[in-house]
């Protein structure tokens, strides 16, 4: 059973920085392909970054020039690095891994986000 604890959300002004960490146990983690999702109130949850287990990651078009996801693998943890943050940033972050077929094997529980005016 893998889990997924993410944590360093918190309240930042506009234009701040944050690093979200998220710390995975129960598995190879070298094997799991990860991501970073983020849900808004009233909006679907939607992909920030993925980072897979040898290729480049991939960051969502309208963050890419602001956030950078990166993995370590030997302390089992996966992160997002947020530059330039703007009020459209708040959320929710979640951290999912994925199996060898790309299905979503667990979910982390969340860490709020949330940036300022």
């Known amino acids: 059973q893998v889990q997924l604890v993410e944590s360093g959300g918190g309240l930042v002004q506009a234009g701040g920085s944050l690093t979200l960490s998220c710390a995975a146990s129960?598995?190879?983690?070298?094997?799991?392909?990860m991501s970073w999702h983020r849900q808004a109130p009233g909006r679907q949850r939607e992909l920030v970054a993925h980072i897979p287990t040898y290729d480049s990651p991939i960051v969502a078009d309208s963050v890419k020039d602001r956030f950078t996801v990166s993995r370590d693998n030997a302390e089992n943890t996966v992160y997002l690095h947020m530059t330039g943050l703007k009020c459209e940033d708040t959320a929710v972050y979640y951290c999912a891994a994925e199996d060898g077929l790309g299905y979503f094997v667990s979910w982390g529980q969340g860490t709020q986000v949330t940036v300022s005016s």
């Open positions: 129960g598995t190879r983690f070298g094997a799991n392909a």
